[in-house]
């Protein structure tokens, strides 16, 4: 064994990790995959932003786009999306990620978030939204 120059001290371990349990496929029922598209991840995001807010969790909407690394503007993008009318959140977090809604993008609904009037978005994102529901 070779010598150690001191202050160095050598030490040797023997760990012992427990089995793990076998699990065949039978026994996992997977739910079935489900893509999510970009605009459901951008309105959840803002949600959870928003919970850890009011729960003190971060402090203000500049804090969260320091922790998360992006611009306060683009954080404000996320933020608007909440402006939206309740019944237009859900159809957008309904949405599947291959649903041909390319044309479906957050720069397009920001048309949507500068209207104060639920109504009227309501009457402005049927153009948006009609067609992916086949409305």
Do not use: Y
Request: glycine share 6%; with cysteine.
């Amino acid at each position: 064994m070779k010598e150690r120059p001191p202050g160095n001290a050598l030490a040797s371990f023997h760990v012992r990790f427990p089995q793990r349990a076998r699990v065949t496929v039978e026994e996992v029922a997977l739910a079935p995959a489900r893509s999510i598209s970009q605009i459901a991840r951008a309105l959840a995001f803002a949600h959870k932003i928003e919970g850890m807010i009011r729960a003190g969790e971060v402090k203000d909407w500049a804090d969260a786009a320091r922790l998360a690394g992006v611009t306060r503007a683009r954080m404000t993008q996320f933020a608007n999306l909440l402006l939206l009318a309740p019944s237009i959140q859900v159809q957008l977090l309904d949405i599947p990620a291959f649903s041909g809604t390319s044309h479906l993008t957050e720069r397009r609904l920001r048309k949507l978030t500068s209207f104060p009037c639920w109504a009227r978005q309501l009457e402005l994102s049927k153009t948006l939204l009609g067609d992916i529901h086949g409305e």
